[in-house]
C-alpha cells in the first residue's frame, strides 16, 4: 500500500525558513501530479504548491508565490517544499498529496489519490 510521509515540520520566528519533506513508500505506482495543501485551524485546506512529476513545470497560490518552492527527486520517490521568509499566517498543517488526475485545476483536492498525514508549522512573530 502507497503511503506519504511528511516530516521537517516544526516552530520558527518570522522570517525564518523550513523544508519539508514527502517520502512516497510502498509501490511503484508513478503520479503525474503532487503538491503540497495547508490546513489552518478554524479555516479549509488550501493548496501551497504543485509540481508535474514528469516535466516539473510547478504552479503556487498566491500568498506563497516568492517565497516558497515545491521541487521533486523522481529516484528517490521524495517531494519537498522550502519555505522562506515564514510569516505567522503560514502556521497550519502541512499535506503532502499525488495524484495522477489530468486537467482541472491543481487546488482540486479530487485530483489527489494519495494523503500523507500532515506536518505542523507554526510560525511566530
Known amino acids: 500500500q502507497v503511503q506519504l510521509v511528511e516530516s521537517g515540520g516544526g516552530s520558527v520566528q518570522a522570517g525564518g525558513s523550513l523544508r519539508l519533506t514527502c517520502i512516497v513508500s510502498?509501490?511503484?505506482?508513478?503520479?503525474?501530479?503532487m503538491a503540497w495543501f495547508r490546513q489552518a485551524p478554524g479555516k479549509e485546506r488550501d493548496g501551497v504548491a504543485h509540481?508535474?512529476?514528469?516535466?516539473?513545470?510547478?504552479e503556487y497560490a498566491d500568498s506563497v508565490k516568492g517565497r516558497f518552492t515545491i521541487s521533486r527527486d523522481n529516484a528517490k520517490n521524495t517531494l519537498y517544499l522550502q519555505m522562506n521568509n515564514l510569516k505567522p499566517e503560514d502556521t497550519a498543517i502541512y499535506y503532502c498529496?499525488?495524484?495522477?488526475?489530468?486537467?482541472?485545476?491543481?487546488?482540486?483536492?479530487?485530483?489527489?489519490?494519495?494523503w500523507g498525514l500532515g506536518t505542523q508549522v507554526t510560525v511566530s512573530s
Open positions: 498529496s499525488a495524484g495522477s488526475a489530468y486537467g482541472g485545476r491543481w487546488s482540486d483536492f479530487g485530483l489527489y489519490n494519495n
Open positions: 510502498g509501490g511503484t505506482r508513478t503520479y503525474y501530479r
Open positions: 509540481i508535474y512529476t514528469g516535466s516539473g513545470d510547478t
